[in-house]
């Protein structure tokens, strides 16, 4: 239960360090 916790929580993060930097990119900022 606590490792499937863990898992959601890194690809949560995973998720919206992509979507931060694809939002960068877009923008133009480097």
Do not use: C, H, R
Request: hydrophobic share 45%; net charge positive.
């Amino acid at each position: 239960m606590v490792q499937i916790l863990i898992v959601q929580q890194v690809s949560l993060k995973l998720t919206k360090e992509t979507y931060v930097d694809a939002v960068f990119k877009n923008s133009g900022i480097n």
